[in-house]
Each structure stands twice: as structure tokens, then as C-alpha cells.
T-cell receptor, first 112, second 114 residues
């Protein structure tokens, strides 16, 4: 069974600080998606990375897929209160099950 | 437009009630999914429909009955639920049921079983 471990599980920082969230596995994934979810709402897709070593930027958010496609990171620069939410990474199962494997999530709080 | 809509937003039902959750997408996606999400947990896959046919049932109890009337609609029929079935139910869709295709989620239905 493929597993994705996210760290940290909880993070509370002040507005303006930088942060990095990690998503790690011992397994290879065909692709990796990052979502942000607010309480009582569905996850919103932020980005999909497919190629090993790929880096994508979305305003102040930088996403990276590891060279071996086993890990990914999300870096936020100058965090703002609007970045508060649950961040989920989800990997495309390469073992043929055609399912998304979700990490446990990182609950991020940005304090004004 | 990457919108998946779900109705109702909230639902409270007794253990003897029958109700249905509805999901709709107009992106031309051929794969649709039902997930269940408990508080502070990631979504758990329940069902996958591909080209209107049920492709995956993750050993979900029969009190949950999915239906895909056409390529844009997905229903989840609920009957004789238990209080532990209370959760956020999410619908998602993707272009194809194949890895590498992004899944887009709806806003969810918050279900409370009393």
C-alpha cells in the first residue's frame, strides 16, 4: 500500500513569515496534487506536478516534485491570514489501483 | 469552468429516513467519485464511476447506494444510516479515471444522522 506522510501536521505562524510543508513517501507516484481545504468546504486543487524535479509557482506558493517522484514540498513566502486552511497532498497511485493516495494533511494557521 | 456542484449543503436525517445526495458537473468529465471525510481526516474514497459504470466500490455498506443517471450527474442514495455515518460527503470528477488526471471536488454535503 502506498502511503504519503505530511509534515508538520499543525503549523501556526505569524503573518509575513515563510513556511514549508513536506509530503514524503517511500513509493513512486505518477503525479502529485496539492489541495487547500477550508472548514466545511471541499478541497480546492492548487497544482498538479507530474515530472520529477518539476517546480511550479502560484503567486507566493512554490511547489516542487522530488527528482524520484517520491516526495513533494509546498513553500509559502510571506504568509497571509488568507493562506489559513488544511493543505492536502495526494499522489496518483502508480501500482495500477487508479486511486488518489492522500496525506493526512497539514493544518496551517496564519495569525495577523 | 472547473465547478462541481453538490446539493444539499447540509442534511439532517434520522436512522429510518431515505434521502439522496446529488452531484453535477458540466466539464465533460467521464469519471466521477464519492468520498467521505470525517473531521480532521483526509477524504476516503467510496465509489468511482467511469463512463457511467461503477468501477470501484471500496467495500461500502449497502445502506449507501450510488447511481450515475448520465455523464453529468451522480447521486448517492442513503437509507437506514447510522450516527457514525455523519460526515462531509464529497463528490469529485476528473477527465478520465486514470492517474495523472486531476480531480476536482465539489463543496460537499454535511450529513448529520440522528
Amino acid at each position: 500500500t502506498q502511503l504519503l506522510e505530511q509534515s508538520p501536521q499543525f503549523l501556526s505562524i505569524q503573518e509575513g513569515e515563510n513556511l514549508t510543508v513536506y509530503c514524503n513517501s517511500s513509493s513512486v507516484f505518477s503525479s502529485l496534487q496539492w489541495y487547500r481545504q477550508e472548514p466545511g468546504e471541499g478541497p480546492v486543487l492548487l497544482v498538479t506536478v507530474v515530472t520529477g524535479g518539476e517546480v511550479k509557482k502560484l503567486k507566493r506558493l512554490t511547489f516542487q516534485f522530488g527528482d524520484a517522484r517520491k516526495d513533494s514540498s509546498l513553500h509559502i513566502t510571506a504568509a497571509q491570514p488568507g493562506d489559513t486552511g488544511l493543505y492536502l497532498c495526494a499522489g496518483g497511485d502508480i501500482q495500477g489501483a487508479q486511486k488518489l493516495v492522500f496525506g493526512q494533511g497539514t493544518r496551517l494557521t496564519i495569525n495577523p | 469552468d472547473t465547478e462541481v456542484t453538490q446539493t444539499p449543503k447540509h442534511l439532517v436525517m434520522g436512522m429510518t429516513n431515505k434521502k439522496s445526495l446529488k452531484c453535477e458537473q458540466h466539464m465533460g468529465h467521464r469519471a466521477m467519485y464519492w468520498y467521505k471525510q470525517k473531521a480532521k481526516k483526509p477524504p476516503e474514497l467510496m465509489f468511482v464511476y467511469s463512463y457511467e459504470k461503477l468501477s470501484i466500490n471500496e467495500s461500502v455498506p449497502s445502506r449507501f447506494s450510488p447511481e450515475c443517471p448520465n455523464s453529468s450527474l451522480l447521486n448517492l442514495h442513503l437509507h437506514a444510516l447510522q450516527p457514525e455515518d455523519s460526515a462531509l460527503y464529497l463528490c469529485a470528477s476528473s477527465q478520465e479515471w486514470r492517474n495523472g488526471y486531476e480531480q476536482y471536488f465539489g463543496p460537499g454535503t454535511r450529513l448529520t444522522v440522528t
